[in-house]
């Protein structure tokens, strides 16, 4: 077999076999094929796409690119969730601790950003000290120790995700629901979890911008891990506008840690105990979605998830004066509000503009390996459906360098739109698919 003839076949829109599949995603594993080849084969696969058995063969080789943890000896159980990417999505930093305090434990292979989206891996760095890269063996030790464990892909842990990711966001491919639904479902398959709940976004500020998109995806997935007997659920969430306030890596560490202290904004507090409370359904820990929610926010009041989010952190190397005190985070040079230019009711903000202008002011990468600014990002004051009055801010910008936030600045007026009658807010939760 060779390279060349594989991308040449799904250029010419053939479906491939699982065998043409396994031997690209191994070959390119082990250093075999190139980039080139990969960054060709992931463009063809963008423009002309897979059917349910490509995908569901390409998830399965992906997988199988590492090792596949057993958890039986750590739990009878262990959940976990994904997001199909959005921005201000620092969910997995609330819900994983939450869920965990309430007994259930929760290991996780996550990502780091990708394209606009931001990536639990690149917030939780915010920490010095944070180690994503574990072994398998340290991946099993931090599940038994603290009850929740996030790791990234590693040599050992679905390595061509890791290579086929860090490509993936760096060469336009990365928005096609075969590639993503085999990246997500590829690490959850590998890292063991028993129940899934898959947060899948939609709207500007998502790779899927229609509801049908998102519920193909959503069905791409379920159908993957229900065939390899997986408890599966998809929430179907809007990303029109940015989750909660920040958007960020250390900003959105801060308003995790807020959040878990009883402070942090409603929407994303609301989106955390529809996931996490989604999480304790699959797992039979809770009859129905009220008391889930209520055992939930017993959790939060008591300050257990609190506690978690602490251990965790620690038991993965995280230097704890960090978070006790989130004011010694990563701080920027430069912190701007942005004056509203009109008065009126915010009818729009795009999501997607917002994510890419995170990215610009060094949040995200251009390039592969690119190191990221932990610093900059922007805190909104204003969201859809707010009066605002003109002059007021609309949001503060945190940036490095001043001809970057020139252009944050051009860009995020830009993110807004504007009415002069009352807006009504956007629902968080479309659906949800179990
Ligand atoms: N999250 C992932 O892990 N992979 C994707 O492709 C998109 C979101």
Redesign the pocket.
């Known amino acids: 077999m060779r390279a060349v003839d594989i991308i040449a076949k799904k250029r010419d829109d053939y479906p491939l076999t699982a065998e043409e599949i396994d031997f690209f995603v191994q070959g390119f594993t082990r250093g075999e094929i190139p980039d080139y080849q990969a960054a060709s084969l992931l463009m063809a696969i963008y423009l002309k796409g897979m059917n349910e058995q490509e995908t569901a063969d390409l998830t399965i080789s992906m997988a199988r690119s590492g090792k596949m943890m057993d958890l039986s000896p750590i739990a009878p159980l262990v959940v976990d969730k994904?997001?199909?990417?959005g921005v201000g999505d620092k969910t997995t930093l609330v819900v994983a601790p939450l869920v965990s305090a309430a007994g259930l434990p929760v290991g996780k292979i996550?990502?780091r950003g990708?394209g606009f989206?931001g990536g639990t891996l690149d917030k939780l760095e915010s920490i010095p000290g944070f180690q994503a890269n574990l072994s398998t063996e340290e991946f099993m030790a931090t599940l038994r120790d603290c009850g929740i464990v996030v790791v990234g892909q590693t040599a050992d842990m679905v390595p061509a995700?890791g290579k086929l990711?860090a490509l993936?966001d760096v060469t336009a491919t990365?928005s096609n629901i075969s590639?993503?639904a085999s990246?997500?479902m590829s690490?959850k398959i590998a890292s063991g979890a028993n129940a899934i709940a898959l947060d899948v976004k939609v709207g500007l500020g998502a790779?899927m911008h229609t509801g049908e998109e998102a519920i193909a995806l959503a069905h791409a997935m379920i159908n993957i891990g229900q065939a390899l007997g997986r408890r599966v659920a998809a929430v179907i969430s809007d990303m029109n506008q940015p989750l909660g306030r920040a958007v960020g890596n250390a900003l959105e560490l801060k308003e995790a840690i807020a959040t878990l202290h009883g402070h942090g904004p409603t929407d994303f507090l609301e989106h955390c105990l529809t996931i996490a409370g989604q999480m304790l359904l699959l797992a039979n820990r809770a009859p129905d979605a009220q008391q889930a929610r209520e055992m939930l926010l017993h959790e939060l009041d008591s300050e257990r998830a609190w506690h978690k989010f602490r251990d965790w952190i620690v038991g993965q190397g995280g230097d704890e004066a960090y978070i006790n005190d989130p004011t010694l985070l990563p701080q920027v040079t430069l912190i701007e509000n942005l004056p509203a230019p009109r008065s009126g009711y915010v009818a729009g903000l795009d999501a997607m503009k917002v994510g890419l202008t995170a990215a610009l002011l060094g949040g995200g990468r251009a390039r592969k390996g690119d190191s990221i600014d932990h610093a900059v990002g922007i805190v909104l004051a204003k969201k859809i459906g707010d009066y605002v009055k003109k002059g007021e801010p609309l949001l503060t910008i945190h940036a490095n360098d001043e001809q970057k936030l020139a252009e944050a600045r051009r860009r995020l007026l830009d993110a807004y739109s504007w009415s002069d009658e009352p807006v009504e807010r956007p629902p968080l939760v479309h659906e949800i698919i179990t």
């Open positions: 994904h997001s199909t990417g996550s990502g990708l989206s995700d990711y993936r990365v590639l993503i990246s997500i690490k790779f």
